[in-house]
T-cell receptor, first 111, second 114 residues
Framework: SQELEQSPQSLIVQEGKNLTINCTSS?????LYWYKQKYGEGLIFLMM?????EEKSHEKITAKLDEKKQQSSLHITASQPSHAGIYLC???????????FGKGTMLLVSP | DADVTQTPRNRITKTGKRIMLECSQT?????MYWYRQDPGLGLRLIYY???????NKGEISDGYSVSRQAQAKFSLSLESAIPNQTALYFC?????????????FGQGTRLTVV
């Protein structure tokens, strides 16, 4: 079965600093999804990447997909307290149309 | 109103009790899923349904059952709850016609089995 490893597991950054979260798959990626979760709440869809080399941005969050490395990165520029939460990557588990998720990266942004 | 609604939002139950978690959606999606989230283990798939007549076991289906009463409703049952089923449960939906597996999540049900 496909496994997704996220790094780091947790991260504390000072407001205004940049940060990167990585997601590495054990198998070929057919589609990579990034979600954000506030503690104890539902998951909010951020963006989806499907093609190698694809890069998408939403406000100050940019995600890239490196198909050869089977890896995606999520980069936040000039972090704000509103960016705090748990970031999860999800991938289509071998084309079965169900999502397998990483264990998440908890981000705290200090003032 | 939320597109994917889970009820109840919180529940405390005793070991051995039967409990049902309900999920309804207004998105018109054909696919529905149940996940559980545990600290340090991430989200794990329990059951999924691609249409009303299609039910599939996920990664951790033991101890659970589901019912797809209609396209918009998908319920999860614990026939005899046990403490290690204490977790945050999420229902999700997706649309097969979209060509991707983008899933939309409910707000979650926090279940505690004592």
């Amino acid at each position: 079965s496909q496994e997704l490893e996220q790094s780091p597991q947790s991260l504390i950054v000072q407001e205004g600093k940049n940060l990167t979260i990585n997601c590495t798959s054990s198998k070929t990626l057919y589609g990579l999804y990034w979600y954000k979760q506030k503690y104890g709440e539902g998951l909010i869809f951020l963006m989806m990447l499907q093609k190698g080399g694809e890069e998408k941005s939403h406000e100050k969050i940019t995600a890239k997909l490196d198909e050869k490395k089977q890896q995606s990165s999520l980069h936040i520029t000039a972090s704000q307290p509103s960016h705090a939460g748990i970031y999860l990557c999800g991938a289509d588990a071998g084309g079965y149309s169900t999502l397998t998720f990483g264990k998440g990266t908890m981000l705290l942004v200090s003032p | 109103d939320a597109d994917v609604t889970q009820t109840p939002r919180n529940r405390i139950t005793k070991t051995g009790k039967r409990i049902m978690l309900e999920c309804s959606q207004t998105k018109g999606h054909d696919r529905m899923y149940w996940y559980r989230q545990d600290p340090g283990l991430g989200l794990r798939l329990i059951y999924y349904s691609f249409d009303v007549k299609d039910i599939n076991k996920g990664e951790i289906s033991d101890g659970y059952s589901v019912s797809r009463q209609a396209q918009a409703k998908f319920s999860l049952s614990l026939e005899s709850a046990i403490p290690n089923q204490t977790a945050l449960y999420f229902c999700a939906t997706s649309d097969s016609s979209g060509g991707n597996t983008e899933a939309f999540f409910g707000q979650g049900t926090r279940l505690t089995v004592v």
